[in-house]
């Protein structure tokens, strides 16, 4: 499994970005949990948002209601949309797919994409 981040860059305080990140490979399947990660300078990589096959979302208490978190099954992709962006947004996202299945855990992660707010 192949995931591409794509999205980032450099934007003021209270703009907007969108992420987007494409699953690929033959292992994939829309069984995984989809989810972007920031790891902001100096930081540990954290939760920002995921979402399970069947919809169920989950946020940091940080991003709740400016960050949304979407999946498109057809195109194996997931999105985070981020609205009224603030400087301690800045850090690079990474997606992850992740699944438990047959006793076993499945881990991808993506490479990352650099957000930058800039106050």
């Known amino acids: 499994v192949q995931l591409q981040a794509s999205g980032g860059g450099l934007v003021q305080a209270g703009g907007s970005l969108r992420l987007s990140c494409a699953a690929s490979?033959?292992?994939?399947?829309?069984?995984?949990?989809m989810g972007w990660y920031r790891q902001a300078p100096g930081k540990l990589r954290g939760l920002v948002a995921s979402m399970t096959p069947s919809g169920s979302t989950n946020y940091a208490d940080s991003v709740k209601g400016r960050f949304t978190i979407s999946r498109d099954n057809a195109k194996n992709t997931v999105y985070l949309q981020m609205n009224s962006l603030s400087p301690e947004d800045t850090g690079v996202y990474f997606c992850n797919a992740n699944r438990f299945y047959a006793s076993t855990q499945y881990n991808y992660w993506g490479q990352g994409t650099l957000v930058t707010v800039s106050s």
């Open positions: 490979g033959s292992g994939f399947s829309i069984n995984y949990i």
